[in-house]
């Protein structure tokens, strides 16, 4: 290691930037009515609380949050939820893409969202500005990556983690020397002797902490750290974006180097992994543990009733707070925050995330005497392979699978993506449908 010429990192001098994402087209139509980060995740969470979660567990409270899409839902969720006390200086602060008397546009991407906040940035005290992404589940705690920073005088270090080939072609994968300084980065790389050059040396397992003979590489989590002298710098350009333009640019230039996270990290930014993750998380080991006490992950204190299971049976599933069950049959599903499943209904890898409210009385009489189902799941009706946004209405004797149909498809009461039917938000399926 070079000598340390940077002073060590503490929640003082460490200001954590989230990137709300863009338009989410891959994570569609959960995203049609809402900020990708917002999306709810296993019951009763959303995607931005596991990055927040991680710095708030690292000890990091001065957080900003960059949104520009569907933003309204992710505002209240932050606001309702991340409160530090008056005699703290951490916080959780929205900045939200507005236009301005000499910049009429929006974030064309995270290096450009990151330079048109700058302004906000130095309102702050800082020497590391660590960069994380909105829609990755992980459990990280960013201190000894930070440590790792000061002490080899890095310009920036990337986080990342070991990957096999299949796996490689849909990510930014590097190639770093004996001190972890990056010499080499591909941004998803196709070409077979490509593959062959950026592989890691096995020699090196050891050192890194990489466990096993698999061959692997080294790719790009999505998280930075930028020393505060150097962000400034690489910001006086044009260039849009960190993966593509800043990164490839700066190994030639700065000192980068990388961080090698050993645990448990998953992009969920599409339909398929979005959904296996939540379902992942039923299995009796889930390779994301919910129930770690050390590092929990925060959400909305909602103060819900306990849920109520009226003799079902349930197999590998998660009910949330505040639900209610009648005699159906749910299994390898998740069922989300008030959610309502009427009895004889049958579930079976379904992602159901819940409701927003309680349906009143009235509204239940009101919309049943014009045909409407209530807000849930009605009697006789057989889920599989589907994710059931908010406040959605299925009738009674109702069929949803994606047996027999495209892997993509839109029709006006559901979407089908990477073979999973997705019924959207607000959606109403009547009494008697097959879908």
Known sequence: MAENKRPMPHNNNVLAVIMGGGQGTR???????????????????????????????????????????????????????????????????????????????????????????????????????????????????????????????????????????????????????????????????????????????????????????????????????????????LLENTYSDFGKHIIPEAIHTQKVYAYVFQGYWEDIGTIKSFFEANLDAVAELPRFNYFDTVYPIYTRPRFLPPSKVNGASIDHAIISDGCIVNHASIDYSVIGLRGFVDSGSYLHRVVMMGSDYYESAESIVRNAAAGRPRIGIGKNTRIENA?????????????????????????????????????????????????
């Open 27 to 233: 994570l569609f139509p959960l995203t049609r009515d809402r900020a990708k980060p917002a999306v709810p995740l296993v019951g009763k969470y959303r995607l931005v609380d596991v990055p927040i979660s991680n710095c708030i567990n690292s000890g990091l409270k001065r957080i900003y949050l960059l949104t520009q899409f569907n933003s309204a839902s992710l505002h209240r969720h932050i606001s309702q939820t991340y409160k530090f006390d008056q005699f703290s200086d951490g916080f959780v602060e929205i900045l939200a893409a507005e236009q301005t008397p000499t910049n009429m546009s929006w974030y064309q991407g995270t290096a450009d969202a990151v330079r048109k906040n700058l302004v906000h940035f130095l309102n702050s005290n800082f020497e590391y500005l660590l960069v994380l992404s909105g829609d990755q589940l992980y459990r990280m705690n960013f201190r000894p990556m930070l440590i790792q920073h000061a002490n080899s005088d890095a310009d920036i270090t990337i986080g990342t983690v070991t990957v096999e080939r299949n796996a490689a072609s849909s990510l930014g994968i590097m190639q770093i020397d004996d001190t972890r300084r990056i010499i080499k980065f591909v941004e998803k790389p196709n070409n077979p002797e490509l593959f062959a050059s950026l592989k890691l040396d096995k020699k090196a397992y050891g050192n890194l902490g990489v466990q096993g003979d698999t061959d692997y590489l080294l790719a790009s989590m999505g998280i930075y750290i930028f020393s505060r002298d150097v962000i400034f710098k």
């Open 387 to 435: 994710i059931i946004d908010k406040n959605v209405r299925i009738g009674d004797n109702v069929v949803i699978t994606p047996a027999g149909k495209p892997e993509n498809l839109d029709e006006p009461m559901y979407y089908i993506r990477d073979g999973i039917v997705i019924i959207p938000k607000n959606g109403v399926v009547p009494h008697g449908t097959i879908i």
